[in-house]
């Protein structure tokens, strides 16, 4: 769960600027996005390489957590008498502030794109009900039955508890196979200065997190009784 938020910020980011019009350096990782730094030396290149890593805010706030969760500064920032407690208070209060201004950035790009039409999302995208249609068929169907096939296998091999053995786990898991897709892609969107596809991906989600009520209430009875609960 720890990585998933900084490895969505690395990979999506270099998905979603996969179709830049961009040489992509060979043999080395994210060099679309590498390309304007404009590196020239091995070692320059493998610098910048680590810092297009880092970069993104989630990637920096993951390793930061872990240095201070492995190191002694937990002691100073963690805990009833630990000594810089406000300002981890504080830091906790203003990092929740985060889905609520994703939720904004959302309800913006949709606000934004009203009144745009099915027109503006023709061009080389296969319309609005192909890619809503393609999101729910490959979330609410193809992801949960493989998921449910890796826990299965795993379960078999020794490698994770049976759903007898721990249905909470297993609950848990599943669920994680169907959620809809995150709103944090109409963000990274937007930072990156993208707000036509910002608009169109926005108007996605919103058709699909509307759908996804009949499906996830499908699901969610049939991991209930899978796992007995």
Known sequence: MMGFSPLFWVIGKAIMTSGDKRKEEPGLPYG????????FSKLERAAKAVWAFVKPPPVAGALLGLLVAITPLKSLLVGDNALFKPLFSSLQKFGSSYLPCASLVLAGSLASGLGGGE???????????????????ARFLVVPMVGGAAMLSLAKL???????????????LLTQFSMPPAQNSVVMLQVMGKQPAATRL????????????????????????????
């Open 32 to 39: 679309n996005i590498l390309d304007e730094y404009g590196a």
């Open 119 to 137: 027109a503006a999302d023709a061009p080389a995208t296969g319309g609005l009900a192909m890619r809503v249609a393609a999101i729910c068929v």
């Open 158 to 172: 020794g490698i994770i508890p049976t759903v007898t053995a721990n249905p909470i786990l297993w609950f848990f």
């Open 202 to 229: 926005s108007r996605t989600l919103f058709l699909t997190y509307a759908i996804s009520a009949v499906p996830l209430t499908i699901l969610f009875s049939v991991y209930m009784a899978m796992t007995g609960l």
